[in-house]
């Protein structure tokens, strides 16, 4: 039986600003997210990486916050929905391409779709293909997005009010 | 989730130190899969040894032309660096067939041959199962069973392995690196992996406190015509029912090289051996590659929900063979 | 002049607040002092509990108190026996709640819940659903006081003497509501006032609930819902999480939160329940039916009565002189069945319009034609004029947009393609509700009514109602909503939420306009408000059949290689009154379409037959869609004037496009493959077990 709870501390730099944490070893980022840093945005979805609503930046990649034990990430840099804009600044445009083509309803898995899917746009221009690229496109090129690509790279985001073809308008939105 | 010591290892020879030093313990890398069993309860470590920044997340060609990809490299870069899509699409295409985006920037390339099976039972503490707890029985055989293993299984298992990469990489007769505390050595993948047996708790063939540094791609798949393809319930972000690997090279109308595989089938990657026997040095024909499929899966011996896997098998096979080595056109 | 706020396709207002992370749901109140509660889920299926051993859960650090029937507060025996928790020692089925773990964190509880040891006496059990099962009855009433049956004619006579007979049986899997948001609540007590946070449909009914079971008077209990990350209907009633919460905050004498963790959702806050649908359809030989006969079988738990009314909307849809309607159902050991999305039409309309289709098939008949050959002028079951049907308008509407004349089955390489129609309905329903509205000083408005904004945009169409009724432009009309301390308000369900609300905002609006007609000179500093009330007239009898109609059209393709099977095209046409918000009514009808492409091709649960639960438990086994399965979806609608419904003309729009979905997919399999497939989901094992029997 457990005699005590193992903790080590750990920085964090959480939307531009370090966090110093002593961390109980079974706290995944989500929970110091929504717990520790009252940053409620990044979601609680399934817990196991099974639907995305968690979704984060970290080191500017998206991830899946909940799997992720939070003591392993001393000094990683991680992006929240509440760090897409910066401070006084309106939302970011892609939050603003949601907005107009309500690319959600409930709201509960947007946080997640929106950094996902700006984490999927970093990853086609930096040339990573997806299951349904063109075997024959060239490596190492940035990969174009069409809604089958769209579609595809955010298939790890779950949303049950059915709001992915708005969502997938929202992202062609924002394509450069 | 009980508690647990965690301990950040700089080096190979540390991590396995501290392994040794810590009875209980497990090796950290991506967690995608080891964190969910946590917290299922599934696996309950004491301590957890990070490895994930161990200096093993590049890829590196060796002199004789086999690419070495370390342990750490994230799913996502390996599927994406050029050297991989262009003289191993197989891989590529298996790796981006699997999970999705996020867990791909996280699982890495050692973690992923690691993976357990998501048999329900397995994950359910609640529940018989003898590859969690040995001698509780097996909760499919006579529960459901559809997604479970057609080719390998035993009274005591029909789990599968339901690695995606891991398919491609027995297909590639890639090898696995190991490190411990007896020192390094490698395996074939398609020998890594374990048949359940009377064993099925033990899912590989990796020794206690041996670390995966590497996976060697052997310079002579290297080119060769190769392509994955796996069906599944929804169209992304779903494990398979069956899927293919195959590496094949033609020459002169006949089959002159052949890996092929199959995932969703079996207890691990299930190497095709006997289908490859038979496909090598014959013509490169739509008949000659129907038979030497039916011959592999005339063993597969399903349980009552899950027979459609073989004719899945079967046709996902003959899509990509045909596909990779088509006839060539009359004169 | 104010322009016209109904209809147009106003932004949601809480729409910022969503896309920011600024929005807070239930699990996301931070209380000083919060502790951290995990239930225990029951190892058996049906038994006893002999002995529960808390003691190793206790060790463990964090771990603050474990409760069990042993030792929590006495409640009061509700209405709805799933809520009877930790009362006593009975199991009625795997997964149901035996502790609850309350900690300091989130950690210790999970760990302490793993901690507890249970054990039961077993009893034998009972899980596996099928037609003819001997523990089934027919009910006359269901999920309270809705007819569980109909029958005119001599349908029997009448089937066997046709000459056109269809007889299948179409078969549908349990399925799980599995909104985004996992059930959760957070509890406080505070001098005898029990102040919630909680993921609900609506709130009102869960202050009334809690009041019964802990005996408080409802002023002393507030529950709030500012925001609701979707339901489907398994929020639709107070669910074991708001229960335990309260039950261990009034143990601690701390803010507790409950979070139901994603796989244990399907034993504990309902399911759709199987159904297995044997429609019998004679016709003539020109397609005019002369029989219906819908006969459904499906299972209810021990704890709560349940009944999936599979068969009534064939009561609504074609005309015929003999009809029978008959659920047969099953108590089970089974989890607790409940509502989702459509409950009974969406598995009713599933069999129905599918048997139509082979209908349409066995008399060579194009399956729109035959729809409109067996157009009603009056309800068939409940032979009352139509407020409102436009059904065949909907149909070509949908055909002409759909090109559904020129579709040929055709073949691209190993692909097979192919179209399918279906139709839908939904019944309108509308319930009593309080509002208020007040004109303040500033030359605003607050529009105040406990309404539940669960994805639909409820604050946004309140106001748009408000400012229509007030004539003022919209930027002028605030809305309060989510919180029991307004007025009372029946649930977000039955997509009768707005009609309910709107209704009585509406009446608040006009009366609130009378008495600002008669005031002069400035308003007092609180303003001048009014209040309404629609009891006794939205729960009035009307002298007329109302419901919505559509048409789905669907173009799949089947991969012959795989047995893989992809929607290209969903399209739907709606005849729902008057739409009040295009941009999210467009959002609510295609959100129900992507439920029901899930239905038809992705989403099936398995009772185990050997443990009692089910086998497909969490999101990486239970397939809701992901987005590479979605293709682009139209819904379009025409505009009803139907001056039977309520003051805003509107019809629900929530359910209907779940409603025809599935069949149109599973018609337009068949179209492809020359395959009936009869069980849902189509998935590859089936479908390429059906093309292989070719």
């Known amino acids: 039986m457990d005699s005590e709870i193992q903790r080590s501390e750990a920085t964090l730099r959480v939307n531009g600003k370090p966090h110093t944490l002593l961390l109980d070893h079974r706290r995944v980022l989500l929970d110091v997210l929504r717990e520790d840093l009252d940053l409620t945005g990044a979601k609680k979805g399934c817990d196991h990486g099974q639907c995305g609503a968690c979704t984060v930046l970290a080191d500017g990649r998206r991830v899946n916050s909940c799997l992720l034990l939070a003591v392993s990430l001393d000094g990683s840099d991680i992006t929240t929905v509440e760090g897409l804009s910066a401070d006084g600044e309106g939302p970011h445009p892609l939050q603003r391409a949601f907005l107009d083509r309500d690319a959600f309803q409930c709201g509960y898995c947007t946080p997640g779709q929106l950094c996902s899917a700006l984490g999927a746009l970093a990853e086609a221009a930096a040339g990573h293909p997806s299951h349904v690229t063109d075997p024959a496109l060239p490596s190492g090129r940035p990969v174009p997005l069409d809604r089958t690509e769209i579609r595809e790279r955010l298939s790890g985001n779950l949303c049950r009010c059915g709001a992915y073809p708005r969502i997938v308008e929202a992202v062609e939105d924002v394509i450069p | 989730m009980r508690s647990f010591d965690y301990v950040r290892a700089r080096t190979a020879e540390e991590a396995v130190e501290a392994f040794t030093t810590h009875p209980g313990a497990r090796y950290l890398a991506g967690g995608t899969n080891l964190v969910d069993l946590m917290k299922l309860g599934v696996e309950r470590p004491t301590a957890l040894i990070d490895v994930s920044r161990l200096p093993l997340d590049r890829l590196e060609e060796l002199p004789d032309g086999t690419l070495r990809v370390g342990a750490t490299v994230r799913n996502s870069d390996l599927a994406a660096h050029p050297l991989v899509r262009d003289r191993y699409p197989v891989l590529s ?152 690997a195959v590496v094949i090279r033609v020459a002169g109308g006949r089959v002159s090289r052949v890996g092929l595989a199959f995932g969703g089938l079996a207890h691990r990657p299930w190497r095709a051996r006997v289908a490859e026997a038979a496909l090598l040095g014959e013509p490169a024909a739509a008949g000659v590659f129907a038979s030497a499929v039916d011959l592999e899966l005339a063993a597969a011996r399903p349980l009552p929900d899950n027979a459609y896997k073989v004719p899945l098998a079967r046709n996902l096979a003959l899509d990509v063979l045909t596909r990779l080595a088509p006839a060539p056109a009359p004169l | ?428 329903m509308v319930s009593p509700c309080a509002a208020t509205a007040a004109a303040l000083p500033d030359g605003t408005f607050e529009i105040r009514v406990n309404a539940s904004d669960i994805g639909t945009g409820a604050r946004t169409v309140l106001a748009q109602i408000a400012a229509d009724a007030l004539a003022v432009p919209l930027d002028r009309v605030r809305t309060e909503i989510g919180d029991s301390d307004l007025p009372q308000a029946p649930v977000a369900g039955g997509s009768s939420g707005t009609a309910s609300w709107g209704s009585a905002v509406h009446e ?117 869609p992901a987005h590479a399965d979605v293709p682009d979806i139209e819904a379009h609608w025409i505009d009803e004037d139907d001056p039977h419904l309520n003051p805003m003309g509107s019809k629900g729009i929530g359910e209907i496009g779940i409603v025809g979905t599935p069949a149109a997919i599973g018609n337009a399999v068949h179209h492809a493959t020359g395959s009936r497939l009869r069980t849902l989901p189509l998935t590859p094992d089936r479908v390429l077990t059906a093309l292989n029997a070719r």
């Open chain 2, 93 to 244: 295409q298996a790796l981006l067939a699997g999970a999705s985006g996020q867990l791909r920037n996280v699982a890495t390339t050692g973690g992923n041959l690691l993976q357990r099976t998501r048999c329900t039972y397995f994950q359910d503490p609640g529940k018989p199962c003898n590859k969690r707890e040995p001698g509780s029985g097996c909760g499919a055989l006579a529960g459901v069973h559809r997604d479970h293993a057609v080719l390998g299984t035993s009274p005591h298992c029909v789990a599968t392995h339901p690695s995606d990469m891991a398919v491609a990489l027995a297909a590639l007769d890639a090898r696995v690196e190991l490190y411990g505390p007896e020192g390094t050595r490698t395996v074939d993948v398609s020998d890594f992996h374990r048949l359940p047996e009377d064993r099925p708790e033990r899912d590989t063939e990796i020794r206690h406190g041996e670390l995966i540094t590497g996976v060697l791609l052997p310079a002579a798949a290297a080119g060769a015509p190769s392509a994955y393809r796996k069906a599944r319930d929804r169209a992304s972000y779903a494990f398979a029912l069956a899927s293919v």
């Open chain 3, 1 to 428: 002049m104010a322009r016209t706020a109904l209809g147009a396709p106003v932004e949601r207002r809480e729409g910022l607040a969503k896309v920011t992370g600024a929005a807070r749901y239930a699990a996301e109140h931070h209380l000083s002092g919060l502790a951290h509660a995990r239930a225990v889920p029951a190892g058996v299926i049906r038994g006893r509990i002999t002995g529960i051993d808390t003691g190793p859960a206790r060790a463990v650090p964090g771990v603050l108190t474990v409760l069990t029937h042993e030792n929590a507060p006495r409640l009061a025996e509700p209405d709805d026996a799933t809520l009877a928790l930790l009362q006593n020692p009975d199991v009625p089925h795997r997964g149901w709640c035996v502790a609850l773990v309350v900690a300091e964190t989130p950690e210790a509880a999970r760990a302490g819940a793993d901690a507890v040891r249970v054990s039961y006496d077993t009893a034998d059990h009972d899980v596996v659903l099928a037609p003819g099962h001997p523990g089934a009855h027919e009910p006359e009433e269901a999920n309270g006081g809705q007819p569980a049956g109909h029958r005119h004619g001599d349908p029997e006579s009448a089937f066997a003497q046709a000459a056109v007979r269809v007889d299948v049986t179409y078969r549908t899997p349990p399925l799980h509501n599995h909104p985004m948001e996992p059930h959760a609540s957070t509890a406080t007590w505070d001098r005898g006032r029990l102040t919630v946070y909680t993921s609900s449909q609506g709130t009102s009914d869960v202050r009334s609930v809690l009041a019964g079971l802990f005996a408080v008077p409802v002023d002393r209990i507030t529950v709030r819902a500012e925001h609701v990350g979707g339901g489907f209907g398994s929020k639709g009633s107070a669910r074991p999480d708001v229960v335990l919460a309260a039950l261990a905050a009034r143990h601690t004498g701390r803010p507790v939160r409950v979070t139901w963790p994603r796989r244990r959702m399907p034993t504990a806050v309902g399911h759709r329940a199987p159904t297995y649908s044997r429609l019998r359809l004679g016709a003539t030989s020109d397609g005019r039916l002369t029989a219906l006969l819908h006969d459904v079988t499906t299972h209810t738990s021990p704890v709560r009565s349940f009944v999936e009314l599979a068969g009534t909307t064939s009561g609504v849809m074609y005309a015929t002189p003999n009809l029978d309607v008959v659920h047969h159902v099953v108590p089970l050991d089974v989890p607790s069945p409940s509502w989702m999305r459509a409950p009974g039409e969406a598995t009713g309309m599933y069999a129905l319009e599918s048997a139509m289709d082979e209908l349409a098939d066995e008399l060579g008949m194009d399956p729109i034609e035959l729809r409109i050959r067996n157009e009603p002028d009056r309800e068939p079951a409940g032979g009352l004029p139509f407020s409102s049907r436009h059904l065949v308008e909907c149909l070509r509407e949908g055909a002409r947009r759909f090109d559904w004349h020129h579709h040929v089955r055709h073949a691209e390489g190993p692909v097979l393609i192919g179209t399918g129609v279906a139709a839908a309905t939904y019944p309108v």
């Open chain 3, 508 to 624: 608040a609006c006009a009366r609130l306009l009378n008495r600002l007609a008669d005031h002069t000179g400035p308003l007092p500093e609180h303003g001048i408000g009014v209040r309404a009330d629609t009891s006794g007239r939205a729960d009035a009898d009307c002298p007329y059949a109302r419901h919505a109609f559509g048409a789905h059209f669907a173009e799949v393709a089947v991969d012959t290689v795989t047995g893989e099977v992809r929607v290209r095209r969903l399209l739907g046409v709606y005849a729902a009154g008057r739409i009040l918000n295009a941009r999210t009514a467009r959002s609510q009808f295609v959100g129900g379409m992507t439920m029901g492409l899930g239905m038809a091709l992705t989403e099936g649960s398995t009772l185990d037959p050997a443990f009692g639960d089910f086998a497909e438990a969490d999101l990486a086994s239970y397939h809701v």
